[in-house]
């Protein structure tokens, strides 16, 4: 999936210098994980509410790979792909 397919279904771009964020509150179950996770970049009290540059892209991603539901996705820069390629929360063991 591309970034111009993510905003047409409803995700919210987050720019930072070294990932950029995607967040889709309807695809959201609130599981806390990304508050939990860390909350220097994601802070329900802030505007904007995820901060890409407060940690670095590595914590970034590790934080968004617990999400369950695929509300949240990643794009380093200069590269193409975002992930995760599937909401973590339907992966079979």
Not at 2 to 16: D, H, P
């Amino acid at each position: 999936m591309n970034e111009s397919e993510l905003l047409a279904q409803g995700y919210r771009k987050y720019t930072g210098e070294n990932v950029d964020v995607y967040f889709n509150l309807s695809v959201c179950t609130h599981s806390g994980n990304c508050v939990r996770g860390n909350h220097a970049i994601f802070d329900m009290k802030r505007k904007p509410w995820i901060l890409p540059d407060a940690d670095s892209a590595e914590e970034v991603a590790r934080v968004i790979h617990t999400c369950p539901s695929g509300a949240l996705k990643y794009r380093l820069k200069g590269q193409e792909e975002i992930l995760p390629t599937f909401p973590l929360g339907n992966v079979k063991k």
